[in-house]
């Protein structure tokens, strides 16, 4: 982490007052790009491979995040922490909305402050969190894109080793549990950022 303006401690501000249960500014070079991580959309495939304009091989990458580290220099990192049971039912849906929805409205705040290219990534297909009754992304059609507001891309695609994020964030990636004769009461997380320039 390092030292933040009035304007970036603002945005952490805003974030815990969204429902962050983390947030933090780091140096947007202090995020480790891993050109094998984006490769594991396409193999195995995962199920939303293609299917949005914000998922692989749609989104320009490693490479092109690469770029972006270099033109936005600070980086907001937000974490949700929720029981684990959630990622393993259709609660999982909901948490994604709010995710992407999180970091959108992180994004937008940080332009209202002047810092009009920054750039919000969430976890998880937009497809299937806001247009899973669609039988495709519109955008990928020449169309709109139907959520602009909250759809933004994710992390996956771009090669990005989240764990090693939280860990430049100071915090644990592994919760243990409280009580291990009660597997619901373990913890989890999704995490996003917002490269803000």
């Given at each position: ?46 199920t939303n491979y293609a299917q949005s304009f914000s998922c692989p091989p749609y989104v320009s990458g490693p ?17 949700l922490v929720v029981p684990a049971t959630m990622l393993l039912s259709w609660e999982r849906f909901e948490l ?28 998880g297909s937009c497809k299937e969190l806001f247009c899973q009754e669609y039988l495709s992304c519109q955008r ?58």
């Amino acid at each position: 982490m390092h030292d933040s303006t009035p304007d970036l401690q603002h945005l952490i501000e805003l974030a815990y007052k969204l429902g962050a249960s983390n947030a933090a500014i780091l140096s947007s070079s202090q995020i480790e790009i891993r050109d094998p991580l984006a490769l594991k959309c396409s193999q195995p495939r995962c199920t939303n491979y293609a299917q949005s304009f914000s998922c692989p091989p749609y989104v320009s990458g490693p490479a092109g995040f690469r770029e972006l580290v270099k033109q936005l220099p600070d980086a907001l990192v937000v974490r949700l922490v929720v029981p684990a049971t959630m990622l393993l039912s259709w609660e999982r849906f909901e948490l994604g909305r709010v995710h992407h929805e999180l970091v959108a409205r992180l994004e937008h705040a940080a332009s209202k402050l002047g810092y009009q290219k920054s750039r919000a990534f969430a976890g998880g297909s937009c497809k299937e969190l806001f247009c899973q009754e669609y039988l495709s992304c519109q955008r990928l059609n020449g169309g709109t894109c139907r959520h602009p507001d909250l759809a933004r891309p994710s992390l996956s695609g771009y090669g990005v080793d989240v764990f090693k994020l939280l860990l430049s964030c100071g915090w644990e990636t592994h919760f243990k549990n409280q009580d291990p004769k009660n597997p619901d009461d373990s913890l989890a997380w999704v995490a996003g950022l917002v490269l803000i320039g």
